[in-house]
């Protein structure tokens, strides 16, 4: 149990563009879903809890018009990377936590390396 | 703002050794979970440990919470190349309905065959 996915797993693309990265909970529901941004061999830094239903709150630094995020359900949320320029380039990854489980314990997707050239 | 400082940053060694990986802050956590991640993947749990003085262990890992749940470590015993990869703790507020994780710096472990 506790299964999340992501995707894409990479994606590359030119600067200006946006990309859109999901997130899913495949076997249980989300109310809250995070988002990190990771620079090798470093830890993971948070950018934003996703709440469903409500508006994403931002850790500070992190430019929400820059960095959309929607949680339009229980089992989804996006993160869209607009005009994305080459300093955006990292490994994103999503966690979602499960309310059935009593501890606060994060469930990891498996990333999405984004290039921008 | 809770930090979790984590030692050593970086760690190799020869297999079949052991190594020990401390995760310490100065704040009270109400749980702590160790994570281990290999490149290109997102960290996969390992442990929770929510009570002060608490020992798990999974296989030869061996999982420790302080008695004031301010710290936590992780021993490996004999150490084996499939042990490689970025270890993770993260500490839980005790409050705040986010109930964000706060991570360590991670420590890189390689374990040479």
């Given at each position: 149990g506790a299964v999340v996915s992501q995707h894409p797993s990479r994606v590359i693309c030119k600067s200006g563009t946006s990309v859109k990265i999901e997130c899913r909970s495949l076997d249980?529901?989300?109310?809250?879903?995070?988002?990190?941004?990771?620079?090798?061999?470093?830890?993971?830094?948070?950018?934003?809890?996703?709440?469903?239903?409500?508006k994403a709150t931002y850790e500070q630094g992190?430019?929400?018009?820059?960095?959309?995020?929607?949680?339009?359900?229980?089992?989804?949320?996006?993160?869209?990377?607009?005009?994305?320029h080459p300093e955006?380039?990292?490994f994103y990854i999503c966690s979602a936590r499960d309310p059935g489980r009593g501890v606060n314990e994060q469930f990891f997707g498996p990333g999405t390396r984004l290039t921008v050239l | 703002?809770?930090?979790l400082e984590q030692s050593p940053q970086f760690l190799s060694i020869q297999e079949g050794e052991n190594l020990t990986v401390y995760c310490n802050s100065s704040s009270v956590?109400?749980?702590?979970?160790?994570?281990?991640?290999?490149?290109?993947?997102?960290?996969?749990?390992?442990?929770?440990?929510?009570?002060?003085?608490?020992?798990?262990?999974?296989?030869?890992?061996?999982?420790?919470?302080?008695?004031?749940?301010?710290?936590?470590?992780?021993?490996?015993?004999?150490?084996?190349p499939g042990d490689t990869g970025l270890y993770l703790c993260a500490g839980a507020e005790s409050s705040g309905s986010?109930?964000?994780?706060?991570?360590?710096?991670?420590?890189?472990?390689?374990v040479l065959p």
């Open positions: 249980f529901q989300a109310t809250t879903m995070f988002w990190y941004r990771q620079f090798p061999k470093q830890s993971l830094m948070l950018m934003a809890t996703s709440n469903e239903g409500s992190v430019e929400k018009d820059k960095f959309l995020i929607n949680h339009a359900s229980l089992t989804l949320s996006t993160l869209t990377v607009t005009s994305a955006d380039s990292s | 703002t809770q930090l956590f109400s749980s702590l979970q160790w994570y281990r991640q290999e490149p290109g993947e997102g960290p996969v749990l390992l442990v929770t440990v929510v009570t002060g003085g608490e020992v798990k262990k999974l296989k030869r890992l061996t999982f420790q919470f302080g008695d004031a749940r301010k710290d936590s470590s992780l021993h490996i015993t004999a150490a084996q986010a109930r964000q994780l706060t991570f360590g710096s991670g420590t890189q472990l390689t």
